[in-house]
């Protein structure tokens, strides 16, 4: 389908084209990305035949779901990738929240899982490209929600928000919904974005276990750095954690 299929009053400019099915949503916006389109391109698929999650990982797509990539082109410093998954997670954060019963517990988990009544219902998976000045070009930011059915995995427990109490979703109204909550983050700039996401966190000094390569991480946390980095308390001090999987 073309662009048209998703108009709605725009969220920000947002040009939304919805497909009844793809490979991946991510896979054709990272193209997008690579070939100099304009930032605000937003893809949707109804199904995805190989969509996938963080560390190669497939993602099980069944109708009823989202399945939604988004191209932003922000600028500023390379170090500054990775507050954009962050953004997106404050962003889907409170979109998920204004469709369950308030007694819901919405938590996130560093850097890329919203965690419904401590099962997964999310996932982001957030790409970045760098021009020869060391300066961001482009963000693809891809975001599968279980809106309507919680497919299993292997290693954690899963949940959709319909299971929560959520009023049956309709992908697409939720992805206008969802963007325009990227529209507001956005302009409320970075920092506050770090405010929302510890607010949205893990409890101070929760035990948090990490795998980085082969590299075992352990210690409390301790919130976020100026660069978005995990900060752990550990015996040592504080260790700044750019990337890697929390386990549990």
Not at 20 to 34: C, F, G, P, R, Y
Not at 198 to 208: D, E, K, N, S, Y
Request: charged share 15%.
């Amino acid at each position: 389908m073309t662009p048209a299929a998703g108009r709605r009053p725009p969220a920000g400019g947002w040009r939304l084209a919805i497909h009844d099915e793809l490979a991946s949503t991510q896979d054709l916006v990272l193209a997008a990305a690579q070939g100099g389109e304009p930032e605000g391109l937003a893809v949707l698929a109804r199904r995805q035949s190989a969509g996938r999650g963080t560390q190669g990982r497939a993602w099980s797509s069944p109708e009823g779901n989202l399945f939604i990539s988004m191209l932003l082109r922000p600028g500023g410093p390379a170090l500054a990738l990775p507050q954009w998954s962050l953004l997106a997670g404050v962003a889907l954060a409170d979109t998920v929240a204004e469709v369950l019963p308030p007694d819901a517990a919405l938590r996130l988990k560093w850097p890329n899982d919203l965690l419904l009544n401590g099962a997964k219902c999310s996932g982001i998976l957030s790409q970045g490209g760098v021009d020869a000045a060391g300066r961001i070009d482009w963000v693809v930011i891809g975001i599968g929600v279980n809106l309507a059915m919680a497919p299993a995995l292997p290693d954690r427990p899963t949940i959709s928000l319909m299971q929560a109490g959520a009023v049956p979703q309709n992908p697409v109204a939720f992805a206008w919904r969802l963007l325009a909550s990227v529209d507001l983050w956005r302009a409320r700039g970075l920092a506050a974005v770090r405010k929302a996401w510890v607010a949205r966190g893990p409890a101070p000094q929760t035990p948090l276990h990490l795998r980085q390569g082969g590299r075992a991480l352990q210690g409390g946390f301790a919130g976020l750095d100026e660069q978005g980095r995990l900060l752990l308390s550990t015996p040592e001090g504080l260790l700044p954690v750019a990337a890697g999987e929390v386990l549990g």
